[in-house]
């Protein structure tokens, strides 16, 4: 018989295996569990008034165990002036990067305990737009009229990566090619608008846009329209891709559990349908930037629906347990940034290698990250 009690953390059964799984290279592991009651519980968690409250970080992680990864960064922030002499950003009434800056950093050391330490080497502020192919640059008019009508192809068109990373808008600090040739950086931080042709994230191949940088780095796209929320939602999307490169689909989708879901539609019905289905509220696992372990549609950041999940479990890794707690969006406050924060929580982090795998997979998302002594 399973014994399980109001409190919100672990299921313990007689008579029925615990759950149990340890790393194995990706291969597939059996689980046993007893489903009707499981779900008979957490119908119950509600109506007995508990809410599972999780910490912030999960207890297998300790500060003796972990890393520190210093990044260094070169932000260049496209403001460019509108015809009255005024910033594009103050115009619009739009928000300040270098608030937002702080917030992001303060974020990333909160999700990654410490693990990650950006540190911004220079702000370089341009008062015109990023060029696009072909030369291109927007006039002001040009500009607006994409806010209004993004039609023109100019308006969707990226921006000349090369070009931009090549070119001196701050000739006491250089270009951002020579920064990163020169090790005074790791990665570049893009500001901008709406249509100014960012990626949310790119990796730079070695001695490619930078011909004389012979290791590949990041450059990041954000957008000072949007709020600190979204510029986790870009780094959440560059983890998912450098993560799976670095371990497979194989073990990412045992982490994440819900990567199939990206194939829906964006249509969020009130309740769960066929093209949206309802998750498994007893097998659920960390999930991904769009999809919370409990989530039946994208972005649904704030469902209170209640599953069983295994996120914390892999603070533990490459020693998995199988350990379930209960999850719903009051753990991560019912928000984007609160749960991005939480899911990037979730990523292992000790030190070493295991099957040639990362312990520490921040080491994935900031591959240019220099090991140093937690401060």
């Known amino acids: 018989m399973c014994r399980l009690g109001c409190?919100?953390?672990?299921?313990h059964c007689d008579?029925?295996?615990?759950r149990t799984s340890r790393?194995?290279?990706g291969r597939n592991v059996v689980k046993r569990r007893c489903p009707s009651v499981l779900i008979r519980w957490l119908a119950g968690v509600l109506a007995c008034g508990m809410v599972a409250v999780l910490a912030a970080q999960p207890s297998g992680a300790s500060a003796a165990q972990r890393e520190h990864l210093r990044v260094r960064v070169y932000v260049l922030d496209f403001d460019p002036l509108m015809d009255d002499g005024v910033p594009l950003s103050v115009?619009?009434?739009?928000n300040d990067p270098v608030g937002l800056d702080d917030e992001y950093r303060s974020d990333v050391d909160a999700a990654s305990a410490g693990v990650v330490d950006q540190r911004i080497v220079r702000t370089s502020v341009v008062r015109a737009y990023p060029t696009k192919p072909g030369g291109f640059t927007f006039a002001n008019a040009q500009y607006l009229g994409c806010l209004v009508d993004s039609s023109p192809s100019y308006c969707a068109a990226l921006i000349d990566y090369s070009r931009v990373l090549n070119t001196p808008y701050d000739a006491r600090f250089g270009t951002a090619c020579e920064a990163l040739r020169q090790k005074r950086v790791d990665e570049v931080w893009l500001w901008g608008g709406p249509w100014f042709g960012y990626l949310e994230h790119l990796m730079v191949a070695a001695n490619t846009s930078c011909?004389?940088?012979s290791r590949p780095f990041v450059v990041m796209g954000f957008n000072y329209e949007r709020t600190v929320a979204e510029m986790l939602h870009d780094l959440g999307h560059r983890s998912e891709t450098m993560i799976q490169a670095g371990i497979g689909f194989g073990l990412w989708d045992r982490f994440d559990g819900r990567r199939?879901?990206?194939?829906?539609d964006f249509a969020c019905p009130a309740q769960p349908d066929v093209a949206h289905p309802e998750v498994d509220p007893t097998n659920a696992h960390a999930g991904n930037v769009h999809f919370p372990p409990?989530?039946?549609?994208?972005?649904q950041y704030d469902r209170d629906y209640p599953v069983l999940s295994d996120a914390d479990d892999w603070a533990n890794f490459p020693n998995l347990t199988g350990r379930q707690t209960v999850v719903n969006a009051n753990i991560w406050g019912g928000t984007q940034r609160g749960f991005l924060i939480w899911w990037m929580g979730r990523f292992p982090r000790k030190p070493g290698i295991s099957q040639g795998v990362q312990n520490d997979w921040w080491r994935y998302v900031f591959p240019s990250g220099r090991s140093h002594p937690p401060p």
């Open 7 to 11: 409190n919100g953390r672990q299921v």
């Open 15 to 18: 008579g029925c295996p615990q």
């Open 23 to 25: 790393f194995d290279g």
């Open 91 to 94: 115009e619009r009434g739009w």
């Open 211 to 213: 011909p004389q940088v």
């Open 260 to 264: 199939g879901r990206y194939a829906q």
């Open 294 to 299: 409990n989530a039946y549609c994208h972005y």
